[in-house]
């Protein structure tokens, strides 16, 4: 028998070399010099052959699943959304296709963001488009929200006239516009509140990150004859380096202001 007090440093150390050396022995675990409960795994490939099953019914029983193909049918509003893309494209979304888009609809009916995660070529612009429209309830005419809804499309620039052409071919009673600035919005938005079909506005990202406001980087005071920074007045002089430089404010040598303006994106008034 080992006794052991509350202030026992080592007890750690006692039981580990206890167990090691034999001494000590745990009911129900396999003795020493033994294989254990893993002693047949050696890689990740044998523990998912020994236990994958197990992890698998686990994982299920925790995480229920927005879409089930195997017990779910798929809403109307996505077959009535593949029906058009098969009238007009020529084709039909794949049943795993249609699977994430009702899932994402419903996903999207939660109030929450949907993720649609697979490699190129996987129809992720059609399943987006598909589950966006779904999502947005009944068709036109048919009662909601004035039965029409305004959409935005944020995308890499590259990609903007596919976008066009997939919500196109895609979805229903839908117009869809590239938008290039707040005045083209403002446009197509007008063109959206006077007719009776969705709308989607596709914007670059890049347009949306650069923004559309022209804001001087500085003014020109004539009494103080220097540039002045917009916000406090003060006189800017530039500091001048090989990798860029950033204004500073009153006499050379001075340290920059935590609103001090920088960026390829900033124009000057002079």
Same mark, same amino acid.
């Given at each position: 028998?080992?006794?052991?007090?509350?202030?026992?440093?080592?007890?750690?150390? !006692?039981?580990?070399?206890? =167990?090691?050396?034999?001494?000590?022995?745990?009911?129900?675990?396999?003795?020493? $010099?033994?294989?254990?409960?893993?002693?047949?795994? +050696?890689?990740?490939?044998?523990?998912?052959?020994?236990?994958?099953?197990?992890?698998?019914?686990?994982?299920? $029983?925790? *995480?229920?699943?927005? *879409?089930?193909?195997?017990?779910?049918?798929?809403?109307?509003? %996505? @077959?009535?959304?593949?029906?058009?893309?098969?009238?007009?494209?020529?084709?039909? @979304?794949?049943?795993?296709? @249609?699977?994430?888009?009702?899932?994402?609809?419903?996903?999207?009916?939660? $109030?929450?963001? #949907?993720?649609? %995660?697979?490699?190129?070529?996987?129809?992720?612009?059609?399943? +987006?488009?598909?589950?966006?429209?779904?999502?947005?309830?009944?068709?036109?005419?048919?009662? #909601?929200?004035? #039965?029409?809804?305004?959409?935005?499309?944020?995308?890499?620039?590259?990609?903007?006239?596919?976008? !066009?052409?997939?919500?196109?071919?895609?979805?229903?009673?839908? *117009? !869809?516009?590239?938008?290039?600035?707040?005045?083209?919005?403002?446009?197509?938005?007008?063109? *959206?509140?006077?007719?009776?079909?969705?709308?989607?506005? !596709?914007?670059?990202?890049?347009?949306?990150?650069?923004?559309?406001?022209? %804001?001087?980087?500085?003014?020109?005071?004539?009494?103080?004859?220097?540039?002045?920074?917009?916000?406090?007045?003060? =006189?800017?002089?530039?500091?001048?380096?090989?990798?860029? $430089?950033? /204004?500073? /404010?009153?006499?050379?040598?001075?340290?920059?202001?935590?609103?001090?303006?920088?960026?390829?994106?900033?124009?000057?008034?002079?």
């Amino acid at each position: 028998m080992l006794k052991c007090t509350g202030g026992d440093a080592n007890i750690i150390s !006692v039981i580990e070399k206890g =167990v090691k050396g034999g001494k000590i022995a745990i009911p129900g675990a396999a003795s020493p $010099g033994t294989a254990g409960a893993f002693g047949p795994v +050696g890689t990740v490939t044998d523990y998912l052959c020994a236990y994958g099953p197990n992890v698998a019914q686990r994982i299920k $029983g925790l *995480f229920e699943p927005l *879409f089930d193909p195997g017990k779910d049918r798929i809403s109307d509003e %996505i @077959l009535e959304i593949n029906r058009t893309i098969q009238e007009k494209a020529g084709y039909t @979304l794949h049943d795993a296709q @249609l699977a994430v888009a009702e899932a994402i609809k419903r996903q999207l009916r939660r $109030g929450k963001a #949907g993720l649609i %995660i697979a490699e190129c070529g996987a129809g992720k612009s059609k399943i +987006g488009a598909a589950a966006m429209a779904a999502a947005s309830g009944p068709r036109c005419g048919q009662g #909601g929200r004035g #039965g029409k809804t305004f959409n935005i499309v944020l995308c890499p620039s590259h990609i903007k006239e596919k976008w !066009v052409r997939e919500i196109e071919e895609s979805l229903p009673n839908t *117009f !869809v516009r590239t938008v290039s600035s707040i005045a083209e919005l403002d446009r197509l938005h007008g063109a *959206f509140s006077k007719g009776g079909k969705h709308c989607y506005a !596709v914007i670059s990202k890049e347009m949306a990150r650069d923004g559309y406001m022209h %804001i001087p980087a500085v003014g020109w005071s004539r009494r103080r004859k220097g540039f002045t920074c917009p916000d406090c007045a003060e =006189v800017i002089q530039m500091a001048i380096s090989k990798d860029g $430089g950033g /204004h500073v /404010h009153g006499r050379a040598g001075g340290n920059r202001p935590r609103h001090a303006r920088e960026g390829p994106n900033r124009g000057v008034l002079a």
